[in-house]
């Protein structure tokens, strides 16, 4: 990745700030951020599936038309998409250079095992990498229609999510990758926050309140609809 030097030589701010921890972990806070505003919003655009075809569909294409006449059509939706590429990008590539960067801090391996972190944090890394494969699975399968099963039908989003959670194998890629994306959640809002300052004596235990309540709301949010296939709520 190119990064500015200063005309004198001197590395730029930015490039300063990129080859930095405390850089690398404010990308990471800020990208995850984004990508957390997003899952919000993708949660509730998800359940709309349980006010029927029409509303769902409706929906669905409300995104497509989104800023018109001043956006051509589906332009907003490429807007947010091509931001949250960038954000997952950024998120992951900081991950895996500050995971490196703890490897080699830490070449010897302590000869007393006591893990001190929560679940959350020791799965951090395998989450991610869970949830990396999951994002490529569910564009192909949900977006592109490759890998869809029975057949995809554009502009028809209500029948082709039900189709996906009529197959065993998507409702356990869909329910694993929301469980990892709960864990996920719970330990990088926490630590996004203390990474932005917004950490304190007084503050923690809300924080952390916070991030348990957005990880279990999403978690269950998202796992309802293919809970909802499976069980004839939702056909």
């Known amino acids: 990745m190119a990064l500015a030097t200063r005309t004198d030589g001197r590395p730029s701010m930015i490039r300063t700030l990129w080859g930095s921890t405390i850089g690398k972990k404010t990308v990471m806070a800020v990208s ?45 939706l490429w807007i947010v998409r091509l931001v949250l590429v960038a954000a997952v990008v950024l998120h992951g590539v900081c991950a895996y250079q500050l995971s490196r960067r703890d490897i080699a801090a830490r070449p010897s391996k302590y000869v007393h095992k006591r893990p001190r972190a929560s679940y959350a944090t020791r799965t951090m890394r395998w ?20 890998l869809h099963p029975g057949g ?4 028809r989003p209500y029948q082709n999510v039900v189709d996906t959670f009529s197959t065993w194998y998507g409702n356990v890629i869909y329910i694993v990758a929301m469980l990892a994306l709960g864990l996920h959640i719970q330990h990088g809002f926490w ?45």
């Open 32 to 76: 995850g951020l984004i990508m957390l505003g997003y899952l919000v919003a993708h949660m509730y655009g998800n359940l709309k599936i349980f006010f029927g075809l029409d509303s769902f569909n409706g929906y669905a294409h409300w995104l497509r038309t989104l800023g018109e006449p001043v956006l051509h059509y589906e332009w907003a």
């Open 127 to 146: 989450g991610g990498i869970i949830l990396a494969l999951f994002i490529v699975w569910h564009i192909l399968d949900l977006t592109t229609g490759t």
């Open 191 to 235: 630590s996004a926050a203390q990474t932005l300052g917004a950490g304190s004596a007084a503050r923690d235990r809300v924080l952390k309140t916070t991030a348990n309540l957005l990880a279990v709301v999403l978690t269950a949010g998202f796992i309802a609809v293919p809970v909802a296939v499976m069980t004839g709520v939702v056909n």
């Open 152 to 155: 995809f039908q554009s502009g």
